[in-house]
C-alpha cells in the first residue's frame, strides 16, 4: 500500500530556506505525478506544487512560483521541495501525495518567523 514519509521541516526566519523530502513506498514511484500540499491553522490543505513521474513536467501554485522549487530522485523513490525566501505566510503543515491516491501521510511542519 501507499506509504509517503514527509521531513525536513522545522522553524525558520523569514527570508530562509527549507528542503523538504517525502519517502515513497508500496508503489511504483516513477510511475506517478507527485503533489505537496500544506494547510495552514484555521484553513483548508491547498497544493504547493506538482511534478511529473519523469521529473521533467512542474506546476507551482502562484504564492509560491520563483521560490519554491519541487524535484525528485526515482532512483531513491523521493520527492523534494526546495522553499526559499520563506514568508511566515508559509507556516503550515506541509504533506506529500500522489496522483490517485487519497493517502496523507504526517506531514511535516513548517513555521517562519522571527
Known amino acids: 500500500q501507499v506509504q509517503l514519509v514527509e521531513s525536513g521541516g522545522g522553524l525558520v526566519q523569514p527570508g530562509g530556506s527549507l528542503r523538504l523530502s517525502c519517502a515513497a513506498s508500496g508503489f511504483t514511484f516513477s510511475n506517478y505525478l507527485m503533489y505537496w500540499y500544506r494547510q495552514a491553522p484555521g484553513k483548508e490543505r491547498d497544493m504547493v506544487a506538482s511534478?511529473?513521474?519523469?521529473?521533467?513536467?512542474?506546476s507551482y501554485a502562484d504564492s509560491v512560483k520563483g521560490r519554491f522549487t519541487i524535484s525528485r530522485d526515482n532512483a531513491k523513490n523521493t520527492v523534494y521541495l526546495q522553499m526559499s525566501n520563506l514568508k511566515p505566510e508559509d507556516t503550515a503543515v506541509y504533506y506529500c501525495?500522489?496522483?490517485?491516491?487519497?493517502?496523507w501521510g504526517q506531514g511535516t511542519q513548517v513555521t517562519v518567523s522571527s
Open positions: 511534478i511529473s513521474g519523469t521529473g521533467r513536467s512542474t
Open positions: 501525495k500522489r496522483l490517485g491516491s487519497n493517502y
